[in-house]
């Protein structure tokens, strides 16, 4: 996770806990589109609200909401449920970044 190294607020060591706050998983739609995620809005929020912020936003982009903050906060968190969220969550991007590629390529092409 070299983009949440960054963010000093931010320390991803396990699919578990570092997750639990909220604020990686804003920290990865903020990189992808600093549109999405405003870093000082987040800053004063509860890790619940954080989470509900980034899985709304996450939902934007099409990624299913399969995690809930209320799983994150559980005893019983399997670290398999955020890898799988995770996961979608990289498609969706990496399939928004290619949309934008060809529209950007696309548009740059003389006519």
Do not use: Q
């Amino acid at each position: 996770m070299d983009v949440c190294a960054r963010y000093p607020e931010v320390a991803v060591v396990d699919f578990t806990s570092s997750w639990r706050d909220g604020h990686a998983f804003n920290v990865l739609l903020h990189n992808f589109d600093h549109k999405l995620v405003k870093m000082a809005e987040i800053a004063d929020m509860s890790a619940l609200e954080r989470l509900e912020h980034a899985f709304a936003a996450a939902e934007r982009l099409g990624v299913p909401r399969l995690l809930t903050g209320k799983d994150l906060h559980s005893e019983y968190l399997d670290s398999r449920s955020v890898v799988v969220y995770l996961m979608s969550l990289y498609l969706s991007l990496l399939a928004h970044s290619d949309r934008s590629e060809r529209h950007t390529t696309t548009t740059i092409l003389p006519h």
